[in-house]
């Protein structure tokens, strides 16, 4: 498995204000896709990032609501498959995000070796 990062940036038409752009991919096999959908594993989230915003009443409400789904980041094993673009606010950002995704596509393919070996041995050499 491969992950596949791809960063750009766009200004925004209003105030022309970059927004920073990620977009996350990864390269799997046919054995990888397979296990995947033997442990129906395309639903599981490997990122999250749900900011807590007051949900409010009326009008407010409403823009709180749409400010959440906004900001709400969440990258699952078939966005990591099939791609995803995360939009960023500023690049401290975009790249927390990138680390995050790193670290989890990093215990993802720990879980697909786990599930390809089942049934096998495997010998791990904890003196290299």
Excluded: W
């Excluded at 925004?12 to 991919?25: D, E, H, N, P, S």
């Amino acid at each position: 498995m491969k992950l596949v990062l791809n960063r750009s940036q766009r200004k925004t038409a209003l105030m022309g204000k970059a927004v920073f752009i990620l977009t996350v991919r990864a390269d799997i096999s046919d054995d990888d896709r397979a296990a995947i959908k033997e442990y129906r594993l395309g639903d599981t989230i490997l990122y999250d990032k749900t900011p807590i915003i007051d949900p409010g009443s009326g009008l407010l409400g409403v823009a709180s609501r749409f400010a959440h789904r906004v900001a709400t980041i969440s990258v699952s094993v078939n966005d990591l498959t099939n791609g995803k673009t995360i939009e960023c606010k500023d690049i401290v950002e975009m790249l927390a995000v990138e680390e995050q995704i790193r670290e989890a596509a990093k215990t993802f393919y720990d879980v697909l070796r786990c599930a390809k070996n089942f049934g096998n041995s495997e010998v791990i050499d904890l003196a290299a």
